[in-house]
């Protein structure tokens, strides 16, 4: 891998140092095209307004008109943080609106993604009289269908690109839907089912229905906003960083949901200090390890309930689902591993694994883990649960993970042109998919992948490269410097700082079997850093050792240990 250095006007760099912002932070963000300080200003008013958002006042119309009449309206939610929070954000304002309002998360190994006409079916037996989806639904032509027949009203938030025909929905409120010009394409699934409640609470303004009452306070829910945003990995543009901000706000003031709290709790972080690492590699896996082995209703009840005894109990159960997550991830990766290691030639464009003990909930974290490794856009693949009847029986559930210069969806939409019938279903965005097909088709699927991923990217993006902020003078090495880079909002397209330089290797030794602690010195000054995950299970510990000099990208890390805080080098790189 090659590391190089982001490029950035000095212009702006000097402009927002004149605005007060700090040296350090003023490189950074002119690397990441941020002109002003105006930009960091992430107060709420600022966030785009919902009308802006196609078909949002007609759903909040046909939301308040389904208050008033007092009908029944059901959440189909998706089985990840980002619809287990867009679910609990329409549960939470919708029964704060008073309307009456349950939920239902699918299944995921019985019945898959989505509004099937199957899971209409099994929401019909609740009588509902409005199905709402969150984080789904623009692609369920066949489950709107179905819900019609019954006489049930639906209206789909979604956030997903839509394919070549969308569903006879009563109203669809997606960004990324022809004719939609809201500016933010990038709203997660919690963003949009955010907006749609934004424009609910105006126009149930509109009809007088608070009367001389105090009206709801949406901000109550921008830690679970946040939460679902920085989970989804969608790309943190202006709004969505408002969005983050405002739910840290709330968190580290104190307010955040009980159920939040308590996840945060049980992974030994404090609300007081919460970060975006927080939400995205603490929170939220353990929020997605209850979609990924069990129930998402067991991660949906933890953000909606109010009573702390019951979220710390949920949050402990979560807890021990994502370590057993972990256990079967870290099983399948040294499968998948394997299979790597016995490529008789290098990798071609992208790659799809499959193996017949894979577990279907897993098969999404380790095509990420994979594209981390082999830098290549990569599917992994598990035999679909049975489901009713031996319904899914023969069939292959895959997920993937691509890299910046391919967009995974319009990759898949190749296969299916030019192989019509191979893939059975699929959807998804830039960075992420997944898809359904029969097993038998295994082989000729993953050779039409790696072709059409070959037709479709540039052959120097499949050259690994790490972006970096450059160096960084000894004098701003402090512990201070590593606090207030932890404190700003970082995530997807607006990447946390990589710094990189030169230093001579003093010092350095083995801890916890994998992790490698070092000693560096740069212009006489020493620093205490760390490696993790240096050695490979399995190795014995062998490769350790490092040449007295060395080129590493590392990020500026605060360590706590026994209560006493000390800035650290956490290395992500070695350039060889």
């Known amino acids: 891998m090659k590391i190089v250095v982001r490029p950035y006007a000095e212009a702006d760099q000097r402009a927002l140092e004149r605005a007060g912002v700090h040296p350090v932070l003023a490189r950074v963000y002119a690397a990441r095209r941020i002109r002003s300080s105006d930009e960091l200003a992430y107060d709420s008013s600022r966030l785009l307004p919902p009308a802006l958002l196609a078909n949002a006042e007609q759903a909040a119309a046909l939301l308040a008109d389904a208050v008033a009449a007092r009908r029944r309206i059901l959440i189909v939610a998706d089985y990840d943080a980002d619809g287990a929070t867009a679910c609990a954000v329409g549960v939470r304002a919708l029964r704060a609106f008073g309307a009456e309002v349950d939920y239902l998360v699918p299944d995921r190994f019985a019945l898959g993604y989505g509004l099937s006409p199957e899971l209409v079916d099994l929401a019909a037996a609740r009588r509902p009289q409005l199905l709402v989806t969150v984080d789904n639904g623009i692609a369920s032509v066949e489950g709107v269908a179905r819900a019609r027949e019954l006489g049930i009203a639906t209206l789909i938030t979604d956030h997903h690109l839509p394919g070549p025909e969308l569903p006879r929905a009563d109203c669809i409120v997606n960004p990324n839907q022809p004719a939609c010009a809201f500016p933010s394409k990038a709203l997660a699934g919690v963003g949009v089912m955010f907006y749609v409640m934004l424009a609910l609470r105006a126009e149930l303004r509109r009809r007088g229905a608070f009367g001389a009452g105090a009206e709801p306070n949406l901000g109550t829910l921008a830690d679970l906003v946040a939460l679902g945003t920085v989970a989804d990995v969608v790309p943190l543009d202006a709004n969505n960083r408002i969005l983050v901000a405002q739910g840290l ?59 702390p005894a019951r979220a710390a109990n949920i949050a402990q159960q979560l807890d021990q689902l994502n370590r057993e997550r972990r256990r079967i991830e870290g099983e399948m990766l040294e499968e998948a591993l394997k299979a790597v290691a016995g490529f008789t030639q290098a990798p071609g464009a992208a790659a799809a694994f499959f193996e017949p003990g894979w577990h279907q909930g897993v098969v999404g974290i380790l095509a990420s883990r994979l594209r981390e490794r082999l830098h290549r856009p990569v599917l992994c693949f598990a035999r679909a649960d049975q489901g009713a009847g031996g319904a899914h029986a023969g069939l292959l559930r895959g997920s993937g993970r691509s890299i910046a210069g391919l967009h995974l969806r319009d990759c898949l939409d190749l296969v299916t042109k030019r192989e019509p019938g191979l893939v059975l279903r699929f959807g998804g965005h830039a960075q992420a998919a997944g898809l359904t097909l029969r097993e038998r088709d295994f082989e000729r699927f993953a050779s039409a992948f790696e072709r059409a991923a070959a037709d479709m990217i540039a052959p120097e993006a499949l050259a690994p490269v790490l972006e970096t902020d450059g160096e960084l003078d000894p004098a701003h090495v402090t512990l201070g410097v590593a606090q207030l880079l932890e404190e ?16 001579a290797v003093e010092t350095q030794r083995l801890v916890g079997e994998r992790h490698l602690k070092l000693r560096l010195v740069k212009d006489g000054r020493r620093f205490d850093a760390i490696r993790f995950n240096a050695i490979e299970r399995g190795s014995g510990g062998h490769g350790t050792a490092l040449a007295g000099r060395i080129r590493a990208a590392y990020r500026l890390t605060v360590n706590e240990f026994n209560g006493l805080k000390n800035v650290q080098l956490n290395v992500e790189h070695i350039e060889t």
């Open 249 to 307: 706000r709330r968190l580290r003031a104190g307010r955040g949901a009980p159920g939040l709290n308590a996840l945060l709790q049980i992974a030994g972080r404090a609300a007081a200090q919460a970060t975006g690492f927080d939400l995205g590699f603490v929170a939220g896996p353990r929020l997605n390890a209850a979609g990924r082995l069990a129930d998402m209703s067991l991660g949906v009840e933890c953000l909606i309930t109010d009573d």
């Open 488 to 503: 700003q909002i970082w995530g997807q397209g607006f990447p946390q700082p990589v710094f990189c330089d030169t230093f």
